[in-house]
């Protein structure tokens, strides 16, 4: 019986390079000359840091520019909040790693609206769709992709 999965990663490794690429950019802006700012990669979080918030927007705008060009969706971006020490100004965007059970839930959801002849089941942070016809399955991943949620899905491990 065809099936699929239904995930949503990010690869580190892309997301380190994009990080990378905006600090040596960031090195060579004009406005950012002689400004302590800088981005930093721990674990499963960017951590941008500055002397004023305006200039933590623009560098927010170079990574996203950076994460656009390695194939890395901004939408697995969360935001924390921005935090003053000091004269820096701090803030952390943690990395969506997986689909949450709530998001799960409306995904199987979405497929069950749709009225196609596919099962959904939620299994840990991953569905699996499996029906007895690759069309049906390909039905219900442009379902999927037309429903706009705030998380980038990948679709996996399609078998027939």
């Known amino acids: 019986m065809p099936s699929f999965d239904v995930v949503s990663k990010v690869d580190l490794q892309e997301v380190r390079n994009a990080v990378d690429q905006a600090t ?3 090195g060579t802006r004009f406005d950012f000359r002689g ?10 979080k960017i951590q941008l840091h500055a002397q004023e918030e305006f200039q933590l927007g623009q560098m927010l705008d170079i990574l996203h520019d950076k994460l656009v060009r ?15 020490s000091g004269k ?30 596919v ?11 499996t029906g007895k016809k690759r069309d049906d399955l390909q039905q219900a991943i442009a379902a999927l992709k037309a429903a706009e949620l705030d998380l980038p899905l990948e679709f996996d491990n399609f078998r027939d």
């Open 24 to 26: 040596r950019e960031l």
């Open 35 to 44: 400004v302590d700012a800088g981005f930093e990669l721990l674990d499963e």
């Open 119 to 129: 099962q959904s089941q939620i299994q840990g942070d991953q569905v699996r769709v």
């Open 70 to 84: 390695r194939g890395v969706d901004v939408r697995a971006l969360d935001a924390q909040s921005i935090e003053a």
């Open 88 to 117: 820096l100004k701090r803030q952390a965007f943690a990395l969506k790693q997986g689909i949450d059970r709530d998001t799960a839930k409306k995904i199987v959801k979405l497929i069950k609206d749709a009225k196609l002849k």
